[in-house]
């Protein structure tokens, strides 16, 4: 496939393309069968400084723009290899950038910028409240200077491959508050030392390294509260834009390597004597998954450019995550049909990718609720929910 019109970060881009054809189909492929972590993979990004990308240089990390993440993240799935094992580490770490105490920014981010410290685990989901993040049922209750956590998180993806994990708690009884989204605080749990946590992997259809977590009476200190006491739900929101727009440059990356294989295959598969890329039953959806690809692209590029620039971006970053999603997922859909019943053999990679990239679709954050967002916040439609 002919490069966009212009990929900014051409040198960035070129390192991380070396780096992930260490890392061939068949890496992945065992892995998967596995359900097996990446490590190698992760460890090679960590060792490049990629993972550090977003940390200001002040806490020894690269202090790139969000666009020179994107293009790290695009790049890699661009390649057929899978960020998702690592992604998080890169933006969770913004909480405490944005909203962490000096003496918290000086004891976590010089070790999560060298790659000592993992902090890739974010608990926000729960089993009964789902999207409603509101309804949380976790609690945290001051107990001396300590906090004390009890409940239950799902979907805590990395949590196995994580040294810290942020956890979304209520500290102030949901009836106590004047909004409902008050009374919520972040908590910077170091997995290595806390007792009372149990983390169980969940099997998915994809290799996700995904868990259910427990926290039955974990004691965090109180100088572990990211942002001020009862404002966490800010403190998760505010990450959100960086979240959706990288996540976006993801998706882009997944369709250019739909793209790619996709139509590779059409010009070299002969049937009836001619390429099969020649009937226009193959080319157009090929043709329009690529208009998609570009259309997200561009979107994503927006969205960086304003987040970048300190502007209001949430409806752009939910664009660019909405579009970008559908993008990837309707270049999956066409490599598969391109590609006939090969499409379906493992040894093709196609059914492995066209899996993973499914789950943008739904996390994190599903497509009715960035279209909620969008008719709410930006049209001025009553609100749904
Ligand atoms: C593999 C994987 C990894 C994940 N990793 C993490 C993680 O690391 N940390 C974390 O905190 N979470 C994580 N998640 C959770 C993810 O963010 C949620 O699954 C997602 O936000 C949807 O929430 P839910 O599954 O509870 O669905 P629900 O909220 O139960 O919703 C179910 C369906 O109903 C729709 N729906 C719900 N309410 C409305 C409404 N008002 N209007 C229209 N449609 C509606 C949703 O769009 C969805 O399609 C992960 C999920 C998966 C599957």
């Known amino acids: 496939m002919a490069p966009s019109t212009t990929e900014p970060y051409e040198e960035i881009r070129a390192a991380v393309a070396k780096l992930c054809r260490e890392f061939p189909g068949p890496y992945w492929r065992e892995l998967d069968r ?28 690269a202090g790139l723009t969000i666009a020179a993440a994107a293009a790290v993240l695009e790049e890699i799935q661009r390649q057929g290899c899978n960020g998702a094992a690592c992604h998080a580490q890169m933006y969770i770490m913004g909480a405490l950038v944005r909203h962490g105490t000096e003496a918290q920014k000086q004891a976590f981010l010089p070790d999560i ?80 030392t806390v007792s009372g946590l149990t983390v169980r992997p969940i099997r998915t259809m994809m290799n ?25 739900f800010r403190v998760i929101l505010s990450g959100m834009n960086a979240e959706r727009i990288l996540i976006a440059a993801e998706c882009v990356g997944d369709a250019k390597w739909f793209l790619d294989r996709a139509g590779a295959y059409a010009k070299e598969r002969v049937v009836f004597s001619r390429p099969i890329g020649r009937n226009q039953g193959v080319q157009f959806p ?38 970008a999603a559908d993008a990837a997922w309707e270049a999956a859909n066409v490599c598969v049909q391109t590609h006939g019943g090969f ?43």
């Not at 972590?37 to 990308?53: H, I, R």
Request: negative net charge; glycine residues 8%; hydrophobic residues 45%.
């Open 34 to 61: 596995e359900r097996a972590y990446p490590e190698a993979f992760v460890a090679a990004l960590t060792k490049a400084g990629y993972l550090g990308a977003l940390i200001p240089e002040a806490y020894g990390g």
């Open 113 to 192: 910028a060298a790659g000592r410290l993992r902090l890739q685990a974010f608990g926000v989901t729960e089993p009964t409240s789902g999207t409603d993040t509101a309804s949380l049922r976790t609690t945290a209750v001051r107990d001396g200077d300590d906090w004390v956590i009890n409940g239950q998180k799902i979907w805590t993806s990395r949590a196995e491959h994580s040294d810290l994990m942020l956890v979304l708690a209520r500290t102030t009884p949901i009836e106590r508050v004047a909004k409902r989204t008050d009374g919520l605080s972040v908590f910077l749990l170091d997995m290595r």
């Open 208 to 232: 996700h390294a995904t868990t259910e977590v427990f926290l039955a009476d974990v004691r965090v200190p109180s100088g572990n509260v990211i942002g001020a006491e009862g404002q966490g």
């Open 343 to 385: 499409g379906f053999a493992e040894d093709f990679d196609i059914e492995r990718k066209f899996r993973e990239t499914r789950l943008y679709q739904v996390a994190p954050v599903s497509t009715n609720l960035i279209l909620a967002y969008l008719a709410e916040h930006v049209l001025g439609l009553p609100r749904s929910y």
């Open 286 to 323: 090929i043709a329009k998954a690529y208009a998609a690809m570009r259309a997200a692209e561009l979107m994503t590029r927006e969205a960086a450019a304003l987040y970048e620039a300190g502007a209001p971006c949430g409806a752009e970053a939910n664009m660019a995550k909405l579009l």
